[in-house]
């Protein structure tokens, strides 16, 4: 491993550590070395505070004179909520940056690239250029399409159910895997589900097995009917907004009802079927600066967010057991492609073991 990779693999784990906590801005990590020794580090720990190169510059104060600076995304040289931070850069006579990817921003997109050179500043860019793209992949989507990325979490048997033919679910999956679920919660800025899940197991939906400091994703349920009760736990677990995504057909009596009781519902277009329109959802959660989503199912959901190939990624938490029957849930259901030509394919698959389960984290490509 280079030198150059060695400091920037660095970078990026503590970029990692603030990933759910940033947004609507992405996670970033910043190192700076000097003969080979860190001098300082830092990370930028959410919207508003200092970036992560600021945040290490002032660690480092006089000794950043002649150094290399690590950053995974791009220093940004533009006026936001903080300064450029090519500005701070380049008083602080740093001789060389590091930059694991470029910025997808447009408002930056190479212009703090340019800046640095611009002073005479040695810049490399895309070390570790995969692993940094992917640490930005939601705020990437986010910035460039203006909807959140979207991650499909399930727990299935090892044949592909999430629940018996008597909808009996509890529990699939192992202790271990399920803090791992938590884990997921806290790293999105919203968790999803379909209305059926809220019947059929009424979750709550939030962080709870999680040590030390927690951060609670917003709650959205998709419910074109607002079948959904005002007594759920989703609704009466007050850890963060509850938002109820219905359409105009949905009886005005019930919507009075969910609102009282502590939800907010939006009245969202309906697609062909009549159901939710996803596509107007994700628009309108990225107008609450939401910029990533974890849909935890059910079964109907799923395909419908696959169908309409709205899924970046899949989280899926296979339990070593064998349910069968026809009449048992699969983890997607829906009519299913007709062709495999029109199946979603995976890229980037991982699998590993997670106590006595196993987990597979994938991409979706696009078609």
Not at 15 to 31: L, M, Q, Y
Not at 134 to 161: C, H, N, Y
Not at 186 to 197: F, I, K, S
Request: hydrophobic content about 45%; glycine content about 8%; aromatic content about 4%.
């Amino acid at each position: 491993m280079s030198s150059d990779a060695f400091w920037m693999r660095r970078a990026l784990r503590l970029a990692r550590k603030a990933v759910g906590w940033t947004s609507p801005n992405p996670p970033v990590g910043a190192v700076i070395v000097k003969n080979n020794l860190l001098i300082a580090e830092g990370y930028h720990e959410g919207a508003g505070k200092p970036h992560a190169e600021a945040i290490a510059l002032a660690k480092a104060g006089r000794e950043a004179e002649g150094a290399t600076l690590y950053v995974t995304l791009e220093p940004c040289d533009h006026y936001g909520r903080t300064p450029p931070c090519t500005q701070a850069i380049i008083a602080s006579k740093i001789r060389r940056v590091v930059v694991g990817t470029v910025d997808p921003n447009p408002i930056v997109n190479g212009r703090g690239i340019a800046r640095l050179k611009e002073a005479g500043i040695e810049v490399v860019v895309g070390v570790l250029e995969r692993e940094a793209k992917e640490l930005i992949a939601p705020f990437a989507k986010f910035i460039t399409q203006k909807i959140p990325f979207v991650t499909l979490k399930l727990a299935m048997s090892a044949d592909g159910k999430i629940a018996t033919k008597t909808r009996e679910s509890k529990w699939l999956t192992g202790e271990t895997a399920r803090q791992f679920v938590h884990r997921l919660r806290q790293e999105h800025d919203a968790v999803m589900v379909g209305v059926g899940t809220i019947l059929f197991d009424d979750p709550q939906l939030n962080v709870r097995l999680v040590r030390g400091k927690v951060k609670q994703p917003m709650r959205v349920i998709v419910d074109s009917q607002a079948k959904t009760s005002p007594t759920a736990k989703v609704i009466r677990s007050a850890d963060s907004p509850c938002i109820i995504a219905t359409t105009e057909q949905a009886p005005a009596e019930r919507v009075e009802q969910l609102v009282k009781a502590g939800a907010e519902v939006w009245k969202l277009p309906a697609d062909s079927t009549g159901r939710v329109d996803l596509l107007e959802l994700l628009k309108r959660l990225a107008e609450r600066n939401i910029v990533s989503v974890l849909v935890e199912g059910g079964s109907e959901l799923a395909w419908s967010f696959l169908k309409q190939r709205l899924i970046d990624r899949v989280i899926l938490f296979i339990a070593p057991l064998l349910i069968g029957g026809r009449d048992a849930v699969p983890a997607i259901g829906g009519e299913g492609f007709d062709k495999l030509q029109e199946a979603a394919r995976l890229s980037e698959v991982r699998l590993r073991k997670l106590g006595r389960d196993f987990v597979l984290t994938a991409n979706v490509e696009k078609a």
